[in-house]
């Protein structure tokens, strides 16, 4: 095969494989989306050497797919056409601290838990959180958020620069180390959130934060999902400025009671954080107080120390695999939108409903601050009518945001399974992505048929 | 002219002109760049009528220039080419308040101020204050910026929508109502900065804020410009969460006192604001004064009342009033980029020599949290040896900054005066922002010869 030949003198012979297991693992990610072998995989240790790649791809009219870790969730990694796979895992080094300028360079196979043990050292941490540990460069490429998302903004705002790879090999970069820019058009924003159609990473620069002086997280119990929506409205409209503010339904806490051995009520409830001063923190946990009882908060507990906390977060970040963890034999289907906040309480209550005639166990879990909400459903990946019962349920929620102004994924991206959904939410504003796309890789050489 | 007999077909006949006077007010904005006639100025009150223009503009092969109320500062607006202006004053709606969702509706003719009057009956504001009372459209067409954007973000960052009338006419939604959205390329961002080379902004949703419980504002002097961007630094390594932190250099200082009747020390001077609840601000500001002081401030006096901050910030904001009033005759070149804050201090200082050397009057004045700082230069715009200083001036502060990993320009954009520095500053992504412009406007219709 001469493709592989040329891979390896490009290369070293041994960051070039067309391994079966090596290929294997490259054939999907975390998601229920069907998995497809590449041709090959390369473990490139440079941009030029990315670049290289990419013109091979070009002379032997295949396709390029960059991986982090696999941890994408609707097919984002998945290479469906002929393609060589770009593992990321060699370019793992955090290359530069810029304390001053709040800054971090690194490569883009560097993992978030490794990122914030070097910054530590700084008194600084990236307030990016998906939950999985994703590389930074794979929640770039899907513009990932998560918890902290309400207080810090998501993946695209924390993004400096990029050093990317086009699809013709050619290396640019998208930004500055300026925080801020109005010299011409917003490429960061642009490429954060392509999903690797438009390029491949090589480098990213990242804003990052210092380590707020006090931390406070509280669990606030409610009866309804309706009071616990309207509590969060509340306390954004006073100007707390929460940094976590999470929302698990009853279900959910059941699972995670069950997983990391909680005794938390089994009713709606809210996990929250609070970033600030010893003073200021006082005051706002104490105005929380008083809210959420005007919303019928039934309890609410503080979680002062570390380990408290530690606890309460972790509980929140496995119930995912909670759910996993009572239903062996079976996988996750998660899914995912976004509706204005006003919408949100509404919106879950549906999503409930679609869950409980389903038929699946599932649960709803969602970063209430943005109106972001996940649904947990496990199914048989085996049993067609599962996989038929889930597609049902996410139908029916994406529907729901789109008729109200949402969007049909908050951060996990398009990938294969949000496709179909890209005409009804952006109109004809689709035929201009379109452009962009046609207009950077006229050959389609950048991961084909993911996002429009 | 069978062009003008058309517009006024599309629109009313009294909201298309060719009068001479109404031609000269849309000939150029309050930079110092040569104006120039346009072939006709329109005021359309809908999406569909500015549709009709473009739709126009192309059949008789002219060009189209978005227009707001003409305060840009690099040429952005001024209709160099043959042009139909479009002047958006009679599109000047507050659409709809979403209290709970913090959004807010507007179509691009509102200007800052009449949208905050509007919001303040909902206690909320709308964060970005580049200092004129521009429009919304033609902020988010500059990606503007200015004192708050160190806590509240710039004007990219406040953009959900945008309804876009493009170069053929049609009409686009670029994002949601939803807090954030993986799905899809990121359009509200390329278009926000674009300067009506891409599109004409026809409605704005924007993220709005609840006004903060306390506020509090302080001015503190330094002996160096050195020290009083160290304390900044130190600030914000703090975690002190600045709501505006401005720098203004002794020869500025001096300027507002003659204007503003103020009597402040000549010296290096940081204004500063708070937001917060009253127990964290008190400690905030306890903690700043600790700092400021561990960095050589002279003395740092805190204004508590509204009248009192009101005060302050007018004298800032009136910086470059404070110029013009004190240079009769002349007219002012404002120049605008924006470094790493690690290397603001330097950037200052160098900035001050090129001034001194010029022989030109002129201060600098700076948002200093976010690296970006301003000079403004007192030119006697007939005589062209002054503007020869003035550009000179100019060519040295961005090349410290670009050298330095900075920008050409942080929030006043390209127009026609910063293009020559794209190439240096972008590199290759040049090429990205141009193949976008071929895909979206092929003929040139939008803006022609602005940002790239």
Redesign the interface.
Known sequence: MKLLEELQQALDADRVSDNETILEQHSKDESYHTPHLPEAVVFPESAREVSEVVKLANKYTTTVVPFGVGSSLEGNVIPYKSSIVVDFSLMNKVLEV??????VRVQPGVTRSQLDKELKKY?LFFSVDPGADATLGGMAA????GTT?VKY??M??QVRDLEVV?ADG?????G???????????????F???EGT?GCFTELTLKV?????HIMAARASFTSVEDAVEAV?AI??????IARVELADAQSIKQMNHFSDTDYKEVPTLFLEFH?????????VE?TREIVFDRNCQDIEFETDTAGRNRLWEARHNAAYAYIHGHPGKKQMVTDV?????ELAGAVKDARKAVEKSGLAGGIVGHV????YHILLMIDVNDPKDIEKANVVNEQIVDY?LT???????????GVG?RK??EK??????A??R??????DPDGVLNPDK??
């Open positions: 810029r304390e001053k300028d709040f800054l008194g899907t513009n990932a958020s998302a903004g998501i695209r705002d086009l050619s290396i640019i970069h998208t500055s180390l300026a925080a801020k820019s109005s010299s011409g058009y917003d490429l960061n924003g642009i954060v959130g392509s438009l934060y210092g380590i707020p002086e409205i954004l409209q006073a100007g707390v400025p600030g001063n010893e003073a200021g923190l006082k005051q706002d105005f976004c509706v204005p906040i006003s601050g943005d109106g972001n945001a109200r102004g949402g969007t049909c994924t908050g951060e996990h991206g398009v949000k959904y890209q939410e952006h109109g004809p504003a689709l201009v992505m452009k962009i796309k046609q207009a950077l996002v429009i």
